[in-house]
């Protein structure tokens, strides 16, 4: 439970990074998610690749909305700058923030129905305009917290644990953030520490607006067959007046494999999830090649993963804007109001 604390007490022997952290020093609370849950998964990657990095905690920004996504947060980086914003406005609050101060390293962990349904406006200006942060989504194809209903990456055909088959196309997030201008753009699993923590490592090191889509199955509600985003579920009713979800502990489904290799990821209820790693040689640096290539093989019903697109020449909001080097949060009023014969001044001047 987040109410129970970890032990502050560190082992003496834990190694230390540059800055003079144990890795221990980068996590948050204790999980309250369901055993198995590929967020947690995500949470241990995002730790790995600060403590990695040298990252001082207090330098990062950590945003979030609502949903089972949003609350992962919670569990990383607890000496951390952090905001739980509303329903789908995580991308307007870091854009605010990120404007006030752009000196911290501003993380916006989201997911599928919090980023691709309601905040769905939120995501798409955030990437055009360019704001220098890194974007993951904790994409499962379902509300976690509401029971299970198809998110809006559901894929058309899927069927729920009702058996109702979904008969709306999804949203490739992965292919918007490609179309609207983002300048990394990444899609992993959940499973794959060893591809997934060198993707966050560069989206954090890269600069500018930053996606990474996360395959992360929801092991409560998308464990039946003809899922296409599934792990195991149990659900257990104790008697009509009381009735009670109960999650079966599994252990984590992980996948080892080669670039360039495509490989069937078998899941606890028989369903095979069909993943393709990017080529070694593959050009990440074409924006349209990059968005052929991931739907040419989604049409073969394969998840292309790995580092799809890079701008080498990469600018960022503040940028654009040419906004002063020195963070808005730190000026007094009066270098942030120049006065009314000023305000006159550029008011004549736009009529």
């Known amino acids: 439970m987040t109410y129970l604390a ?4 560190h082992h003496p022997s834990l ?5 003079g952290y144990t890795r221990r020093d980068y996590e948050g609370k204790i999980s309250t998610l369901c055993a198995g ?3 947690d998964s995500i949470s241990a990657a995002i730790i790995q690749a600060c403590w990695e990095l040298d990252i001082a905690p207090h330098r990062v920004a950590k945003l979030s909305g609502i949903g089972c996504s949003s609350k992962t947060p919670d569990y990383f980086l607890g000496a951390s700058h952090g905001f739980n914003t509303v329903h789908g406005r995580m991308p307007s609050v870091l854009t605010g923030a990120n404007l006030a101060n752009r000196d911290l390293l501003y993380l916006g962990v989201s997911g599928d129905g919090d980023s691709a349904s309601i905040g769905l406006g939120q995501f798409a200006h955030a990437m055009r305009r360019g ?3 890194v974007y993951i989504v904790e994409n499962n194809g379902v509300y976690g917290l509401t029971k299970g209903q198809f998110s809006a990456t559901a ?4 069927k729920s ?3 109702v088959v979904n008969s709306d196309s999804s949203l490739d997030l992965v292919a918007m953030a490609l179309q609207l201008g983002a300048t990394y753009v990444a899609r992993s699993f959940s499973g794959d520490k060893a591809q997934l923590v060198p993707l966050i490592k560069g989206a954090i090191g890269h600069g500018g607006a930053a996606f990474v889509d996360v395959i992360s199955p929801c092991v409560a509600f998308n464990n039946h067959a003809g899922s296409t985003k ?3 579920y149990v659900r257990e009713h104790n008697e009509a007046v009381s009735r009670i979800d109960f999650i079966s502990p599994r252990d984590e489904i992980t996948a ?4 360039g290799e495509v490989i069937e990821v078998q899941q606890h209820d028989g369903v095979s999830l069909r993943l393709r790693k990017l080529h070694a040689d593959y050009d990440p640096t074409n924006r349209y090649t990059a968005l052929n290539y991931m739907n040419t093989h989604q049409a073969r019903g394969e998840v292309v993963t790995g580092l799809l697109y890079l701008d080498p020449l990469v600018t960022d909001m503040h940028v654009a804007l040419n906004t002063s080097e020195t963070p808005l949060n730190s000026m007094g009023a009066g270098q942030l109001c120049p006065g009314s014969k000023t305000l006159d001044k550029l008011n004549a001047s736009l009529r």
């Open 230 to 232: 599934s792990y195991d």
């Open 6 to 9: 970890k032990p502050r007490l």
């Open 161 to 163: 644990k009702k058996g």
């Open 256 to 259: 080892v494999y080669e670039p």
């Open 15 to 19: 190694t230390v990074n540059k800055v």
């Open 155 to 158: 894929d058309q055909g899927s």
């Open 37 to 39: 849950c590929g967020h």
């Open 131 to 133: 704001v220098n942060m």
